[in-house]
DNA sequence: CATGAATGAGTGTTCATTCAT
DNA sequence: TATGAATGAACACTCATTCAT
């Protein structure tokens, strides 16, 4: 294993300048700093950001990657069972939420600068960032319409709604990153946001 | 006749160059142009920028405040007489989401850009965006505990509620941006919504 | 005429880059100048470089179009009245090949700075120079068919003739710009050379 | 047995090295290939390139030292017998020239890099490969005294002639190189070269 | 006032060279 | 001895800003 102690060296390198734009892009954004801020960061020598990528581009693409693999999965999960009564459908939407909650709370500054910075990285990365919440909207409105057809939910425009919901789960994230609702764990968080998805605001209706 | 030839040739200038700049943010965003695209997209020369203006920076920042001026108003005016009901609650809401986002559509595709590129042009910039949105927010937790404390929706967390209720809202404005929904004009779309956050997708209790 | 004054000062810089691109590789050679060194030998900003110029490799091309206009015009004239008879034709040589080498005496060291170092410029630079060269061979080439078909000159492979006579211009030429035969002028020299391409340097025959 | 394993392998590298740079350098010139081109050729490590040369100045002068070596010894042969009468005197200068040009032949391309790219390696080196040509230019020289005064050959300036001699001969060369002439071999193009230097194009002198 | 040519500090990128393994 | 990862000085090029016209 001669050769494995260089290929270990190497990997090293590269996680190093990946965690440290990394920690560059959370605390200054994308456009501001330099490919010397980086290195620097890492404390490395400029020409080694090049051995290993070939523009703040390509590592901000990186980054993402590394960051989306895991996390539509957890919401995947949920369309392998669907769930068979109204209850059920709200526990089942719960967990998956909470589980994508806590994924995004091991790496709450990393997404954050993604939802802030992506946007205006290029067009291409743009179109990237929206296809991946085009897919939670996608997972949403497949569940909401299983809902519909079996009454598990009253019929509405799932197309609508599906967006809804995401932009509504985007706005608990920021906020809570902001530092907003700090008495509120995850979980509970999770569970206000589902009780508002399932219920709305308005008033209990008196049953019977 | 306070007004002179000159005085009128300057303002003419001035507003080629905002709505140059303000045509170039929304094609290419904050970052990508430059004040070389900007004048020549105005039709000026390039010292003629800095006779009105210092910087790329407080251009947008002028495009921001123009646009937000009449934006809260339309919101506000519903602070001034409270709704007595639930459901004259439901109504003013819509109403007042529906003049917003009127407003907004008339100057959608620079709405979408401030919510695209604003949180990147800096962090002061991100702020101001933010401290607008919290205007949005704070004036719907108004509302909902005024709501709430009434009966006229079920006791919550207002504050997460309240965000929640902003996301959403972006949410379903961004998509509408995207050209999605578009057999639905405004009014039906703001109902759609409201109907989720009066409902929520729960499926519709049985009354009696 | 408000405009001109503007036009003459850009081809003003414009010539002052030109000219002291022409200098720097005349003594320095191509590969070895920077931009920098140009736009110091010019007297300009580094930027203002970039306004005229894509890069050192234009600006050299450039120079050597400026030059080359000229240049064959001078041998090409000859075609138009051929000569007719052996005399006539190896004076006619003699007046063209004097001609183009006064025309290159005037620019000589920046015409041995191309031959020295453009066949290193890159291939395709080198390509160009080389169809240079074999205008003048073929040019050569076709006066000496004429010649041989008419019996003004003994019967040889022209196209390996012609080509050794472009290389034995070359070669004085590169010799007179390295100081030697200084006390031959451009007459006496090509005088010399003719009489060896016409004679070569075999003894006098003896007539009768 | 004085070299030992270690010694042998050394060499080894080293020629390769050699070898691969003389083959990048006729393939792309001397100042395009970087090193780790050439060691990339070689199959070696970047840093095995430094335990052999210094610098790719230093193995182009190397490579160049071991052609020039043989080169001049075979013209030099002739000043040891000086021929005795006209007809012998341009045999033996054809017999030398063609022997320097099958030497030539054989490395034809990296000679004609060396033509190529040796003028602008440099101005130490550009005056190395002046040395060289020079040395044959004086061998002419000594050799076409040497007839002129014995009634060989016509008097002339043979600095002059000298310089064209070999001007012409590196034409040839050199096109002979791009591919011109390849109907001819080695003797046929040099005999073709020895009647233009003895006869010049002239008609054939009518004897008697 | 309007212009656009000129500017040069700032930045990305290359590549000869070093040195730990 | 051979390696190739790491280095940073060197260089090309950009673009916000100035200022003479």
């Given at each position: 294993m001669a050769e494995s102690k260089q290929e270990?060296?190497?990997?090293?390198?590269?996680?190093?300048?990946?965690?440290?734009?990394?920690?560059?892009?959370?605390?200054?954004?994308?456009?501001?700093?330099l490919i010397a801020d980086m290195v620097a960061e890492a404390g490395v020598g400029q020409g080694t950001f090049y051995r290993y990528f070939d523009s703040k581009r390509q590592i901000i693409e990186i980054l993402l990657d590394d960051i989306v693999g895991g996390l539509l999965s957890q919401f995947?999960?949920?369309?392998?069972?669907?769930?068979?009564?109204?209850?059920?459908?709200?526990?089942?939407?719960?967990?998956?939420?909470?589980?994508?909650a806590e994924v995004m709370d091991t790496q709450q500054e990393l997404c954050s600068m993604f939802l802030r910075e992506g946007p205006s990285v290029d067009s291409a990365f743009a179109e990237k960032l929206d296809g991946i919440l085009a897919r939670f909207a996608e997972l949403a409105r497949?569940?909401?319409?299983?809902?519909?057809?079996?009454?598990?939910?009253?019929?509405?425009?799932?197309?609508?709604v599906s967006q809804a919901l995401v932009g509504m789960a985007l706005g608990l994230f920021e906020s809570r990153g902001r530092g907003l609702f700090s008495d509120l764990d995850a979980s509970a968080l999770v569970a206000e946001g589902v009780a508002l998805i399932f219920q709305g605001i308005g008033p209990e209706t008196v049953e019977g």
């Open positions: 270990e060296r190497k990997r090293a390198t590269r996680r190093k300048l990946l965690e440290a734009a990394s920690r560059v892009f959370v605390e200054r954004g994308y456009h501001a700093p995947v999960e949920m369309s392998e069972s669907l769930p068979d009564s109204a209850e059920a459908y709200r526990e089942a939407s719960e967990q998956a939420i909470l589980r994508v497949f569940f909401l319409d299983h809902a519909i057809t079996n009454g598990f939910a009253r019929p509405c425009r799932s197309d609508v």
